[in-house]
Every structure is written in C-alpha cells, then in structure tokens.
Nanobody, 118 residues
C-alpha cells in the first residue's frame, strides 16, 4: 500500500490550499484517515481526522479554517485549508488505516510542504 500526498506549496497569509492524498495497492477497506503536520523543530501533530462513516475531528488551531473530506471511490482524503496563517507552515502528512487481504495497518504518505508567508 502506498499513500501519495500532493497539493502543497507557497501561499500568502489568508490564502488557501487543497491537499490530496491517494492510497493505492490491493486495498480491501480504508478505515480512519487523517492529516498531520510537523513544523521545523516541533513534533508531528494531528490536524484533522475522518472516520469511515464520515465523522470528523479537528485540532483546535484549525477549527473553522480547515475541512477534511474523503472520496472512497478514489481511496483519497482531502484537506481544504483556508485563511492560512504563517504558523500553519510545515510538512503535512496523510495517514490511513488500511485493510488488505493480509494485514490491517496504518500507512503514511511522504509529506507535502506547505509554506505560508506573512
């Protein structure tokens, strides 16, 4: 199973970006999916998560600005980021709990850089 994240880039404060993360491989089912981020010198932290039934949860620092969604037909999770702030800068990672014919495990994408200039 592989997760491929995309959509990062450089944006001015107040701008928007949309991240995508597509899972590929012999997937039977994807359960929880999520986005994390890691700023320089800091630990990786949860940004948002979404369950298989569509229940979402958000870190307090993104509530009202970011929206997580998923498209199961494409094994893809999205993160719409609006009203971006310089403190949102970091590498954004997606993850997914994936069931295959042999294994149930959490997989991570390679990360996509988001830089917000002031």
């Amino acid at each position: 199973v592989q997760l491929q994240a995309s959509g990062g880039g450089l944006v001015q404060a107040g701008g928007s970006l949309r991240l995508s993360c597509a899972a590929s491989g012999r997937i039977l089912r994807i359960n929880d999916m999520g986005w994390y981020r890691q700023a320089p010198g800091k630990q990786r932290e949860l940004v948002a998560g979404i369950t298989a039934s569509g229940t979402t949860n958000y870190a307090d620092f993104v509530k009202g600005r970011f929206t997580i969604s998923r498209e199961d037909a494409k094994n893809t999770v999205y993160l719409q980021m609006n009203s971006l702030k310089p403190e949102d800068t970091g590498v954004y990672y997606c993850n997914a709990e994936v069931t295959t014919a042999w294994l149930h495990a959490t997989h991570w994408g390679q990360g996509t850089q988001v830089t917000v200039s002031s």
